[in-house]
């Protein structure tokens, strides 16, 4: 056999090899998944304008969605594949990069998550404006009494979601201009909230893991919902969480007064 013959069938065996960590019949296996979860995030407007990323890990190997890639017409064969020890890739597609969020999703791996996802949702960017706004940059988005609130699990270690009464608290971090970049602050967050199974970063969206792919999946969509209802009611002036301070119950007076009064008035005094 000529020596270049050998090596075209040593390299197509590789890739077939590789192939083979992400083709399969199974509707649950992990690259299938993924194709199936990014088109679902697509119709919901999460990840348009290739926008957002998918992971899941399975066993030692993390499935990557690919970076800059139509979100909704992604195929198995786009995934990339890591090895979760070694962080070496076991399968990259050549005319394809790798997810900028990887750096993110692998800190969210080495808490224990199964699963993570990244959207541009414009929900959670509204409310990273909000809190912003009206408390200020080192303010998490806080909301109790909703009933949607139990669909979101009481933190690592922790049996169960949270009650209706609970108060649901997610950190903000501020963005960057590289998604990569966000690692350390995203990293910061979980330490300062270990109980914290999402993140929302300022103008941009929300990194959210859970255990598995059933779990960020029902996070995710019960965040959404939540911030979707935060943000009008905002717009109906009503709070999300009772106030907890004397400031906080001053500022909720204040604002239950203040809608007749010219808005240079209520900026001055209610920060
Ligand atoms: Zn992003």
Known sequence: MAAESFEEDASSSVAAKEDELVISDSAQHPANLICELCRKF?????????????SIRHGDHIFIA???????????????VMDFHTRNYLRRPPSLKPSACTPLF?????????????????????VTLLVERDLGKD????????????????????????????????????????????????EGAIKKYPDAYAVLVRRHGIYI????????????????????????????????????????????WFEST??????????????
């Open 42 to 54: 697509y119709n919901w407007g999460w990840v348009t304008g290739t926008g957002g990323g998918t």
């Open 106 to 126: 692998l800190a969210a791996y080495d808490q224990g998550a199964g699963c993570c996802i990244h959207t541009h949702s414009q929900w959670a960017v509204l």
């Open 209 to 252: 893991w859970g255990d598995n792919v059933v779990k960020a999946k029902t996070l995710c969509e019960s965040l959404d919902y939540i911030f979707q209802l935060a943000v009008e009611m905002r717009k109906q002036k009503l709070l999300w969480a009772k106030p907890q301070t004397t400031w906080g119950k001053f500022q909720a």
């Open 139 to 186: 303010a998490c988005f806080e909301i109790e009494c909703i009933e949607q609130i139990k669909g979101v699990p009481k933190g690592k270690g922790k049996q169960g979601n949270l009650g209706y009464y609970d108060r649901l608290r997610i950190p903000i971090i501020e963005n960057t201009a590289h998604e990569e970049d966000l690692k350390d602050t995203l």
């Open 66 to 80: 690919p970076s800059g890639v139509q979100k909704e017409m992604m195929q198995p064969r786009d995934i990339f």
């Open 258 to 271: 203040t809608t007749t009064l010219p808005s240079g008035y209520h900026t001055q005094l209610y920060p």
